[in-house]
Structure formats: structure tokens, C-alpha cells
């Protein structure tokens, strides 16, 4: 990857008359965890869904690897290096733990119908190659137990870690995950924490994460971009974010449990 | 075992090296059984092929009775009213320009195919359906206009070509393609799409292009089924290939399992042999089929034949003697 990164520059949707984001600068360096945080509905997913091309942004342009990334089809912004996790979760429920990491290598293939007919060496020789890896991966999240289950199957927390296997696969240079913590209990969110920063660190990624949990968030992005109403009002460190007037005010100053995360 | 030919391979070897032993046998056969056996096999196709489209890529298509038109007629024409400028080209041999037509009427199904494809993948659900349900009604409608085939008389006098061997070749071929298309991890994709479009696409995987594919290939032999119909019944005719038509082999795909490639197979075998049994009852028989089908759908919901043990049929036979030579892996 270039030096660039990921770069939105003021980018808007528009609903009819619903404004959902509006004007979003922001840069994901390679390399770097990035956090995306804002109360409900302030367009976080709103912000994934434009960077991976599930919309096309209204005004406004996204850079990926000093390349426009605008208007270009899920699929082939997936090529350019950026993948995905989804609130909820959104696995080929069907499919086996196994096909699920194997589907995503598709980008990397060299067969195609023509070579899945014929069925000759090199075909078989990419495939073995494909279950060597798709093994690998299951292996290092440890998920190879339930390779042969199919993937709804699975218990919630399984599900939510196949996923990002499973976007993995893909092999990417930029991690969106989110909300990877949702529905997870005290001890999964620890374990949560620490898969994220192994996964940065082993696979040399940079990850932008959209949480609510803010231990998760506090704990390991080394930057926050905070969205209120669909307008970016942040940006920092996390104590740089903890500190903000405005974001307190918008965000943790309304939390009546446990007040502001200090 | 020679080393080019895998395992799958040398199954559809074995399969139409059967059905040419078959042909070779089948002047023993009374002319019905025959008949009904080459119905069997066009179904079986005609099933296979559509359960790559509603049943693996979860596309629901009501459309295929009008690929196997399109398939039926340009292979009647070809072997019929073209069939004097073609001969030279064979040296008047049916057997090299009856596979010649069949593979001319797959293809140019298989353009039409993609043709309705195209604009139409977009679309998901009952909406596919309904637009493939009006293509199958426009080309009956163009048939039944085009007075060079015959209009809404048909076409008749098509020559008698199909035979066990052909039927079942097709069959065998057609059930290998669905079946190695599905497996192989391009194949998966397939299945991918027909779980969730979305987070396919999220896994850079061109849901367009699969789609078009699965439609393309189930054209395509939808098309050679439509050609092998044509040249077992004589005649065809475009209210023959209507709605009903198309409506039948989806109730194929449903009752043997979306995305099942045995239990399609096997509810192409029932219902064929079925609605021939029923005959003896006349006026009844929709009926009892009809309620047959009630009956079934109550008692299997999740299809005819869903295998109930934990590994496929395979693990279980590949320890016993005329399939353990076929168990051994290719020494190359």
C-alpha cells in the first residue's frame, strides 16, 4: 500500500430529503488502528457501507492506496484491498466453516468454470494449495474443531470471529470491522481486544473499527474519529477524545450509567 | 487408471459408455418403456440444469421451458428443414448432425439466456420470477407467429434421433457440469451468492457474473433437453412449452431439495414414471398428482431425498470391491 491509505475526502449521502453523512474528512494510515465511534444512528455504518461501495457517497470523494475508490463496485473495491465485517453478522449460514474462508480466496484464484470441469493438475494442485490455507487460518483463530459444521451453526461468538477469518482470506491491506464486540460478555471483549491487535500486528493491517463498547475502543486504537448526526466532530488520540468538550457532550456526557469512560 | 482422467471424469466415462451399452441393447425394449426411460433422462436434464439456477445460486427462474423451446426448435430446424444444405456438410451421417444440432440449440438457448439474464439478474426473488415467467411467454408467443416453424400448428415430421444413447449422454454430462461446476472453491461462489448476495460481494466475488453463469449453462441445457424432446416426440408445438411446462420441472427442483444433486435426480425419476402411472386414471390424474405432491411436500418439506447419515453415500460404498479401484487416488 502506498502511503496514503484510506482518504475520505467530504463525503456526503443523501437520503431524499435525510442528510445521513455529511461532509466526512478523514485518513486511515497503512498500518494503523483506527477507531470510528458516534451514538446511535450518527452513520457509522453509514461511513462503512460508502467506503466499501454498498453506496455511492452524493458528494464527495474516497481514496484508497492514492487510487479513486468512488462508485466502483462492492466486489472491486473488495480487490483494491479493503474488507469487511457486518452488525450483524452476515456468514454463508449454509455453507461450512470450511467453504466460508475458502469462498473469500476467490479474488486469488486462477480457476474459473472452464478449469472446474476440466479438473486438471493445476486445478488440483491450486486446491490443495487452498486447503492448506483455509486450514491454516482456522487453525491460528481456532476454528478448525468446526470446520465441517455449517456456519449458522455456530455459536455467536464463533460466528462473529469466522467472519473476520473470513475477510482475511480475502487478503486485504484495510480491515473494517463492525461493531465486532456487540453481544459479547466481559471475558469474549478481552479476548476480542487482543485477536484485533494480533491481527494487526501479524498480518501488517490496518484496521478501522466501529464500536460502542468504549473499553474496546479506548483500549487499542491508537486514533478515534468521532461522528454525531452524520458530522465528524473529532478526532485524536484516544485521551485527546476522552478530553473533548464535544465529544462528552455528544456522546459520553449522556451515558447515565457510567458517565463519562474515565 | 490413465493419469489425464480423475476420479468424476471417469465416472461420466463409465456413465456414457452405459447409456451407449444401453442403446445397443434397446431394440429388447418395448417402444413405450423406451419412450418413458428418454422422458426420464430430458427431465433429469431439464432439472439438473434448473436447479443450478433456483436451487444452488438461489435464483428463482420460471423461465426454463422457454430455453428448451428455443433449444427445440433450432435443433428441429436444423435437422429438418435445414437439413438438406447441412447433409453435405456430414456426409449425411445423423450421427454427426444430430449432436451437431443439439449443441446449436443449447447454444443459442443459452443466448437467450444470457440475453434475459443480463438485464434481469438485478433483480432478486419473485421479481426474477415474474420476469423469466414473461420471457417463457414471449418466445411462445414468438414461435406462434413465426410461420416458418410451423406457428401455432407446430412443427411436425421432426425425425425420430433421439435414442438411450443420446438421452443419457446428456443426462451424464449434464449432471457431471452442475456437479463439478459446484465443486471446487470457484464452484462455492455459487452457493455464496445464493446464501447472501451482500457479503458475497463484500468477498470480492462478481455476484453478477456467477448469476449470469448459472443462467448461461442452465440455458445452455435446457436448450439440449428442448432438442432431445423435439426429436423423441416428432412434433412440438409452443403451447408445449408454456408455463405448465416450466412450472413442472421447478416442482422437480423443489421436491428434490434446492440445491440437492441426487434428490433432484431422483424427483425428476418419480414424477416422470408418476404421471405416466397415472394415466390409467384419466381425468383424475392432475388430481391425484396434485394431492401426491400435497402429500409429499407435508411429509419431506425439506426435500424428497435428503441423505440422513452424517457422510455422503460414497464414504459408505468405497469400502466394498467394484468401487475401491475407484476410490484409489491418481497415481501421477
Excluded at chain 1, 494510515?29 to 461501495?53: D, H, W
Amino acid at each position: 500500500m502506498s502511503a496514503t491509505g484510506l482518504q475520505l475526502n467530504k463525503v456526503t449521502i443523501r437520503f431524499g430529503g435525510l442528510t445521513a453523512v455529511s461532509e466526512v474528512s478523514a485518513t486511515v494510515r497503512p498500518g494503523e488502528l483506527a477507531g470510528l465511534i458516534g451514538p446511535n444512528g450518527a452513520g457509522k455504518t453509514t461511513v462503512f457501507n460508502l467506503i466499501t461501495g454498498v453506496y455511492s457517497p452524493t458528494e464527495g470523494a474516497i481514496e484508497f492506496a492514492g487510487r479513486a475508490i468512488t462508485g466502483l463496485r462492492p466486489f472491486e473495491i473488495t480487490a483494491r484491498g479493503i474488507a469487511r465485517t457486518f452488525q450483524n453478522i452476515r456468514l454463508f449460514g449454509s455453507l461450512t466453516v470450511f467453504d466460508n474462508v475458502r469462498v473469500a480466496f476467490h479474488l486469488h484464484l486462477r480457476q474459473g468454470p472452464g478449469q472446474s470441469l476440466s479438473r486438471g493438475p493445476t486445478f488440483h494442485h491450486e486446491e490443495r494449495e487452498l486447503t492448506e490455507r483455509t486450514r491454516e487460518l482456522l487453525e491460528i483463530f481456532k476454528l478448525d474443531r468446526v470446520r465441517d459444521e455449517p456456519a449458522r451453526s455456530l455459536p455467536y461468538g464463533d460466528q462473529r470471529r469466522l467472519e473476520i477469518v473470513r475477510a482475511l482470506a480475502t487478503q486485504p491491506e484495510l480491515l473494517l470491522l463492525d461493531e465486532p464486540a456487540a453481544g459479547m460478555n466481559p471475558a469474549e471483549k478481552v479476548e476480542l481486544m487482543k485477536l484485533i491487535q494480533f491481527i494487526q500486528e501479524r498480518y501488517k493491517l490496518a484496521i478501522l473499527l466501529v464500536e460502542h463498547d468504549m473499553k474496546v475502543v479506548m483500549g487499542i486504537c491508537q486514533r478515534i474519529h468521532v461522528l454525531e448526526y452524520g458530522r465528524k466532530i473529532a478526532e485524536g488520540t484516544p485521551a485527546q477524545v476522552r478530553e473533548n468538550p464535544a465529544v462528552i457532550a455528544a456522546y459520553l456526557g449522556y451515558d447515565p450509567e457510567n458517565g463519562p469512560t474515565k | 487408471m490413465p493419469s489425464w482422467l480423475n476420479r468424476s471424469q471417469l465416472v461420466l466415462v463409465a456413465a456414457l459408455l452405459a447409456a451407449g451399452l444401453a442403446q445397443f441393447f434397446s431394440n429388447h425394449l418395448d417402444s413405450y418403456v423406451l419412450s418413458v426411460a428418454m422422458g426420464v433422462g430430458i427431465n433429469i436434464v431439464l432439472a439438473s440444469s434448473l436447479n443450478l439456477i433456483n436451487g444452488f445460486t438461489g435464483q428463482f427462474s420460471l423461465g426454463h421451458a422457454g430455453f428448451m423451446a428455443v433449444g427445440a426448435y433450432t435443433s428441429a430446424v436444423l435437422t429438418g428443414k435445414l437439413a438438406a444444405q447441412l447433409n453435405p456438410i456430414f456426409g449425411g451421417h445423423v450421427y454427426l448432425l444430430f449432436p451437431f444440432a443439439l449443441v446449436v440449440g443449447g447454444l443459442v438457448a443459452a443466448v437467450a439466456g444470457g440475453l434475459v439474464g443480463a438485464p434481469s439478474l438485478r433483480l432478486k426473488g419473485d421479481y426474477l420470477a415474474i420476469v423469466t415467467l414473461g420471457f417463457g411467454e414471449i418466445i411462445k408467443v414468438i414461435f406462434q407467429n413465426v410461420e416458418y416453424v410451423g406457428g401455432a400448428k407446430g412443427l411436425n415430421a421432426i425425425p425420430d434421433y433421439s435414442n438411450l444413447f443420446w438421452v443419457f449422454g446428456t443426462t451424464a454430462i449434464t449432471v457431471y457440469t452442475v456437479w463439478a461446476l459446484l465443486n471446487s472453491t470457484y464452484g462455492r461462489g455459487f452457493l455464496a451468492v445464493a446464501d447472501d448476495e451482500i457479503s458475497a460481494e463484500a468477498m470480492g466475488l462478481n455476484t453478477t457474473r456467477y448469476k449470469m453463469v448459472a443462467f448461461v449453462v442452465g440455458a445452455f441445457f435446457a436448450g439440449i433437453a428442448g432438442g432431445l424432446f423435439a426429436h423423441l416426440n416428432n412434433y412440438i408445438n409452443p403451447s408445449g412449452f408454456d408455463f405448465n411446462k416450466s412450472i413442472e420441472i421447478v416442482v422437480m427442483v423443489i421436491l428434490g431439495g434446492m440445491g440437492r444433486h441426487t434428490g433432484v435426480i431422483l424427483s425428476a425419476i418419480l414424477l416422470t414414471v408418476l404421471t405416466e402411472l397415472l394415466r390409467q386414471f384419466g381425468d383424475y390424474r392432475m388430481v391425484i398428482y396434485s394431492l401426491l405432491l400435497i402429500v409429499l411436500m407435508i411429509l419431506r418439506p425439506q426435500g424428497l431425498m435428503v441423505w440422513p447419515f452424517k457422510n455422503p453415500l460414497w464414504f459408505y460404498l468405497k469400502a466394498y470391491w467394484p468401487f475401491r479401484m475407484l476410490a484409489r487416488r491418481p497415481t501421477s
